[in-house]
Nanobody, 120 residues
Framework: VQLQASGGGLVQAGGSLRLSCVAS????????MGWYRQAPGKQRELVAT???????NYADSVKGRCTISRDNAKNTVYLQMNSLKPEDTAVYYC???????????????WGRGTQVTVSS
């Protein structure tokens, strides 16, 4: 299983970006999906998560500015980020709890990250 994130880039403060992350490989079911981020010199932190039933959870720092969604038919999770701030600058990682085969245990898989840079 691989997770491929895309959509990062350089944007001015107040701008928007939409991140995408596609899971590929042998996949029976995807449970929770989510986005984390890691800024230079800081620990990786939760941005948002979404369950298979579309329940969402957001970090306080992004509530009201970010929306997580998923397309189960495409094995894809999205993160729409609006009103971006310089403090949102980080590498953004997607993650998914994936069951590869019926009867197996599910595992958390991580993408390699996409850089988001917000200039002031």
């Amino acid at each position: 299983v691989q997770l491929q994130a895309s959509g990062g880039g350089l944007v001015q403060a107040g701008g928007s970006l939409r991140l995408s992350c596609v899971a590929s490989g042998i996949i029976f079911r995807i449970n929770d999906m989510g986005w984390y981020r890691q800024a230079p010199g800081k620990q990786r932190e939760l941005v948002a998560t979404i369950t298979s039933g579309d329940r969402t959870n957001y970090a306080d720092s992004v509530k009201g500015r970010c929306t997580i969604s998923r397309d189960n038919a495409k094995n894809t999770v999205y993160l729409q980020m609006n009103s971006l701030k310089p403090e949102d600058t980080a590498v953004y990682y997607c993650t998914a709890d994936i069951l590869r085969r019926w009867g197996d245990s599910s595992y958390d898989y991580w993408g390699r990250g996409t850089q988001v840079t917000v200039s002031s």
